[in-house]
């Protein structure tokens, strides 16, 4: 089944380390995004990238980096210089620029972090 | 600038009786507009969109959403909520005529409104 898998679902680090957060797809979606969700505030949109060794700052990009290596595949990092990490993350993808892309989005199940 | 607004932290309703979540945007262009359903501590699933045509836009689950241009609104509705609809929903905008490969793709969200139907 063609989806986007994001791991791990549940986090837990300390204060001070840097984690990683994985997405991977299998839709052969060109463009990709990372959220971040906290409540009562909707998404907001961290990094995205719609084409491979290519990526943009969203709204809330400090303290975060990202790399787009291979077209499935667009991890984040949380870094220690992201003062309040705690959250849940949401990455998803769109088919991109190419076709009669309306720009819907297909979102992993989540990553939750909670910092210690 | 684009912009979602969705006026209501939590909507009520029994069982059975009619479902009606509100949203209102605000684009310079066009608009794109999509629903999504959230379950707790789940990703977001697709319910509908709106892009052209028809005002009244059927979705999945029963959802449909209906376009008013002139009040710049996207209201969801369900004609009998089930105690299953119970989730986060949220509202997305996109300005279909923006042209740079900066903003292409990118949804506004609103901040959400959850939705508790009682048996």
């Known amino acids: 089944d063609g989806g986007i898998t994001q791991s791990p679902k549940y986090l837990f680090r300390k204060e001070g380390q840097n984690v990683t957060l994985s997405c991977e797809q299998n839709?052969?979606?060109?463009?990709m995004y990372w959220y971040r969700q906290d409540p009562g505030q909707g998404l907001r949109l961290i990094y995205y990238?719609?084409?491979?060794?290519?990526?943009q700052k969203g709204d809330i990009a400090e303290g975060y980096s990202v790399s787009r290596e291979k077209k499935e595949s667009f991890p984040l990092t949380v870094t220690s210089a992201q003062k309040n990490p705690t959250a849940f993350y949401l990455c998803?993808?769109?088919?991109?620029?190419?076709?009669?892309?309306?720009?819907?989005?297909?979102f992993g199940e989540g990553s939750r972090l909670t910092v210690l | 600038a684009q912009s979602v607004a969705q006026p209501e932290d939590q909507v009520n309703v029994a069982e059975g009786n009619p479902l009606t979540v509100k949203c209102t945007y605000s684009?310079?262009?066009?608009?794109?507009l999509f629903w999504y359903v959230q379950y707790p501590n789940r990703g977001l699933q697709f319910l509908l969109k709106?892009?052209?045509?028809?005002?009244l836009v059927k979705g999945s689950y029963g959802f449909e959403a209906e376009f008013n241009k002139s009040q710049t609104s996207f209201h969801l509705k369900k004609p009998s909520a089930l105690v299953s609809d119970s989730a986060l929903y949220f509202c997305?905008?996109?300005?279909?005529?923006?042209?740079?490969?900066?903003?292409?793709?990118?949804?506004?969200f609103g901040a959400g409104t959850q939705v508790v139907v009682t048996p």
């Open positions: 998803a993808s769109s088919i991109g620029l190419a076709g009669m892309n309306t720009g819907e989005l297909f």
């Open positions: 839709l052969n979606h060109d463009a």
């Open positions: 990238s719609h084409i491979v060794n290519d990526f």
């Open positions: 684009v310079s262009g066009n608009p794109y």
């Open positions: 709106y892009i052209t045509g028809d005002n």
């Open positions: 997305a905008v996109r300005d279909s005529t923006e042209g740079t490969t900066d903003s292409w793709g990118k949804l506004q």
